[in-house]
């Protein structure tokens, strides 16, 4: 990279952190009005420079609309039309596919300025996404300026150039999905400021607690069981992170971070662990709170509607059924109203940090995976934490997974820790107890399998539940709730 490129790079990344400081009482306004300009302006270029936006936002005064009067978008109909979607005119889908399955491509830009990634597929087929780098900034910019701590460090303060921020990233192996293209993406210029470690939660866990024992890091962020798989080997000795004294926070991200699961992290740790909720559609979507467990949405960076099955939406306070995202930093290929299958809530109070964005408070698993019990011929969610709780009594358990295989009846999958082993009618015990005390007592058939290690799914996750029979009958099914509007 030239010193010119470097420069503005380095002049784009610091303005950006300057202006996403987190509004606090009184800035609000301002916050608005950045995110309405922004909202127009992306309508406008959409309508101009997308042929996909150009049919769809046809007859619709892009000045003046109000967001409910334009069409929804669902990632099948994004998919299909990717081509027509993207503003850069010589943007193809079947070239944006060749270049990620060649891994030697990863972290590179293509075409020199487009950074790209693909989702898992757990949630169905896997969305391509296409940015450039002043969306990637923005991204590390409201990651920096918010949020967490590093940031009160961070650039353009000059200590940081002696004493870099350590962090920790453990994900997967290297790939194009979002939480390691994003990192891969990292601006150069803002290297110096940061030493990056990059860990699998596929390697072994001998050499994962080795590396973290030698590098001593400032800044975890991982996926929940990873966190917590690692909780489990700080509270067994083998990880000195505590002891080490440098560790400021950890980050969970992708996956929920139910309460019970973050104070153990934090009992084993002694840092708070914040809670992150993005996509790949849009990896700047909110920044975790430094204090409590929820995630400030970025307001003037993305619109995030919490909406019921029929896109009305839904008080703060109460979950939807989904959200409907509209990203305002992604010019490439604009994403607006777009529905992801998240049950999210929005705290209908402000956040004692003081910042002022609104709080999403929490983000319930994907519909698909809520397990539920049937009562007196009524259905009812049964929240993951029955098991939960219960679990936290065996401290021989190293990984544990609840499958819903009918109805009223569950699998617990627990692995024991290494050189300790479990007994199944503890297990089942504790669990008795637990759903006993909830008002559950003898509702449920519960079948423990103990197994050596629950392995992650493709995508490096570890679900704690997995519901293989789907939501029950008198509720709605899962696609009554894609839209069905036709494309104009
Ligand atoms: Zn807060």
């Not at 949020?147 to 590093?150: D, I, M, Q």
């Not at 650039?155 to 200590?159: A, C, D, Q, R, S």
């Not at 559609?281 to 979507?285: I, P, V, W």
């Given at each position: 990279m030239g010193i010119l490129a470097a420069a503005s790079e380095l002049l784009e990344l610091s303005t950006k952190l300057h202006k996403l400081i987190p509004p606090r009482t009184g800035e609000v306004d301002r916050t608005m009005e950045l995110r309405e300009e922004r909202f127009r302006r992306l309508l406008r270029f959409a309508r101009e420079n997308s042929p996909f936006y150009k049919e769809r936002l046809r007859g619709i005064d892009v000045d003046t609309c109000a967001l409910a009067d334009l069409p929804t978008l669902n990632k099948p109909q994004m998919m299909a039309n990717l081509d027509d979607i993207f503003t850069d005119r010589t943007l193809r889908r079947s070239d944006i596919e060749a270049f990620i399955a060649d891994h030697a491509n990863i972290g590179v830009y293509f075409k020199g300025k487009y950074a790209l990634c693909h989702t898992s597929g757990s949630q169905g087929q896997p969305a391509l996404v296409v940015q450039d780098k002043h969306a990637i900034i923005t991204s590390f910019a409201a990651q920096f300026a918010r949020?967490?701590?590093?940031r009160r460090k961070f650039?353009?303060?000059?200590?940081r150039l002696v004493n870099p921020a350590r962090m920790v990233i453990i994900t997967q192996r290297p790939g194009f999905y979002p939480s390691s293209t994003f990192f891969n993406y990292f601006p150069r210029v803002a290297r110096p400021y940061l030493k990056l470690q990059r860990m699998s939660v596929f390697d072994p866990i001998e050499e994962i607690v080795q590396r973290l024992n030698d590098f001593q890091p400032t800044f975890i962020t991982g996926y929940t069981s990873s966190l917590e798989y690692l909780a489990r080997e700080q509270e067994a000795g083998r990880l000195k992170l505590r002891e080490g004294g440098k560790l400021e926070q950890m980050n969970s991200m992708s996956e929920p971070l139910p309460p019970p699961v973050a104070e153990r992290i934090e009992n084993a740790f002694g840092v708070h662990v914040t809670n992150s909720y993005s996509m790949a559609?849009?990896?700047?979507?909110s920044c975790g709170c430094p204090v409590c467990r929820g995630s400030h949405l970025n307001s003037d960076l993305a619109i995030l509607e919490v909406v019921d099955a029929n896109n009305n939406p839904v008080p703060n306070g109460t979950p939807g059924s989904k959200v409907l995202l509209t990203n305002l930093y992604n010019f490439v290929q604009p994403i607006i109203r777009y529905e992801i299958d998240d049950m999210v809530t929005i705290s209908p109070r402000p956040c004692t940090c003081g910042n002022v964005l609104p709080l999403i408070e929490s983000v319930g698993g994907r519909a698909k995976d809520q397990l539920w019990v049937e009562i007196n011929g009524r259905s009812r969610d049964l929240p993951i934490y029955v098991f939960l709780a219960a679990l936290d009594?065996?401290?021989?358990?190293?990984e544990h997974q609840i499958l819903q295989t009918g109805v009223n009846t569950f699998v617990l999958r627990a692995a024991a820790q290494s050189g300790k082993q479990l007994s199944p009618e503890r297990l089942h015990n504790y669990i008795k107890q637990s759903l006993a005390s909830e008002g559950l007592g003898g509702v449920i058939n519960l079948e423990i399998e103990l197994v050596d290690r629950i392995l992650p799914d493709k995508a490096g996750k570890v679900s704690r539940a997995k519901n293989l029979i789907g939501p029950p009958s008198d509720q709605p099914p899962e696609n009554s709730k894609a839209s069905s509007r036709v494309i104009a």
């Open positions: 949020g967490n701590k590093v650039l353009p303060h000059i200590g559609e849009c990896m700047a979507l009594n065996e401290t021989d358990l190293a």
